[in-house]
């Protein structure tokens, strides 16, 4: 008989995911997970420093890189090289819903904890593997991080003024995406066996992710045999379309319904009747000039002055250029709950800010606020919960080295 979804902790209450994913693609994957209520147990070697776990800056002694991506997580350390630490792999496989896992293809294989190793053990299992260039194909054994993954996925090629270098996009969209992709993937395949009974193996490529966002760049080359390059920020239909300067900063103004109406709010009648800017057409073949008469109006204002003016008459899509400062004083990002406190590990005081799930979910909410798992700090609950194993087993295996 169905749940009660107030009864729930999250849509995905009672998943089991043991993960093996480390840096940021894999984490940020499983991070979703546990977001939306699944048992995410983070599996890492006994012998892993803190300082080891992520890279800096560090609070407190902690790698703020780790702390973002393994909120809300369990962590258990297994020594998975020793034959044992395969052997106890192999049984919480058994009892697992999902294995996450990102290292070089063929790696775990040799170790006997392969999809289809694992799948003999457990039919049902998800075995979601993430790679730079996939599971099989002539790059498999080369390796990407978020960088050669925008540049090999030709999203670097895309981004950069026209007439500057390739440029990597601010935030790590290289691992990100992947592991949004990755997310996505188990939910598809897990509603898969809720029909079928059986798992399947999961395999997400950074590069391909990559090539997955260029799909307007990739039809426009199909269709018209186009080679789409950087343009900056503008766009390569629309103008005016991107930031422009104002009095005091910049505001990113698109998707103009209303010309006449938009340069008199201006106080530009004059370039709604010259007929270089009077179309869209034409404003394309003049885009240089027309940014110079329109950032010449925008500077008789400040940004706050001119979002006050645009954004009501509904004449363009308008926005201020927010800096990560101005995220945390927004009222609108404060009204949706959109930063949470996460307590610090080791009992250390106080929080660190972390952005919510943009996930709302009315009837099983995302639960986001527990902290990054200690390094090894649920090895023996989970083994307890897992396994039903006995404090004797458990202290014989810590003694032996295979777990912490």
């Known amino acids: 008989m169905p749940k009660p979804q107030s009864s729930l902790r999250g849509p995905l209450d009672g998943v089991r995911v043991l993960d093996f994913t480390w840096a940021l693609a894999g984490p940020f994957a499983t991070m979703q997970l546990a977001d939306l209520g699944a048992e995410v147990v983070k599996v890492e070697y006994p012998e892993t420093d803190e300082k080891l776990r992520g890279f800096g800056p560090y609070h407190e002694g902690i790698s703020t890189f780790f702390f973002s991506p393994n909120r809300g997580k369990k962590g258990i350390c297994i020594d998975f090289k020793h034959a044992e630490g395969q052997a106890l792999v192999r049984r919480l496989a058994a009892k697992a819903d999902v294995l996450t896992q990102n290292f070089r293809p063929g790696a775990l294989e040799r170790q006997g904890l392969g999809y289809e190793d694992l799948r003999a053990l457990n039919p049902g299992l998800v075995y979601a593997a993430l790679s730079g260039y996939g599971q099989t194909g002539p790059y498999r054994s080369m390796t990407a991080v978020d960088a050669v993954a925008q540049a090999m996925g030709g ?38 066996r809720d ?38 920020s503008r766009h390569p239909l629309l103008t005016p379309f991107g930031p422009y300067r104002t009095k005091d900063g910049y505001i990113v103004i698109a998707n103009v319904k209303e010309w006449e109406l938009f340069c008199a709010l201006l106080g530009r009648d004059d370039m709604a009747l010259d007929p270089r800017f009077a179309a869209n057409r034409a404003r394309m073949e003049n885009i240089d000039l027309m940014e110079v008469e329109l950032e010449r109006a925008l500077a008789e204002k400040t940004t706050d002055e001119w979002f006050t003016i645009l954004e009501p008459a509904n004449v363009a899509s308008v926005g201020k250029v927010n800096t990560i400062a101005d995220l945390f004083t927004d009222p609108h990002v404060e009204a949706r709950g959109m930063l949470v406190d996460v307590p610090m590990p080791y009992g250390k005081p106080g929080t660190l800010k972390l952005p919510n799930s943009p996930m709302h979910l009315s009837g099983t909410p995302a639960v986001v606020g527990k902290p990054m798992p200690e390094h090894g700090g649920d090895t023996t609950p989970v083994l307890r919960d897992w396994l039903g194993m006995d404090d004797g087993e458990i202290e014989d295996l810590r003694t032996k080295g295979v777990i912490k």
């Open 155 to 192: 999203t670097m090629s895309l981004n950069g003024e026209a007439d500057g270098p390739p440029m990597r996009i601010g935030v790590s969209i290289g691992d990100m995406v992947a592991g949004l992709y990755l997310a996505l993937g188990v939910l598809a395949a897990l509603r898969a």
């Open 195 to 232: 029909v079928t009974g059986e798992g399947q193996l999961l395999d997400v490529a950074l590069m391909e992710a990559q090539i997955a966002l260029c799909e307007n760049a990739i039809v426009r080359h199909s269709a018209f045999a186009e080679e789409p390059t950087r343009i900056g």
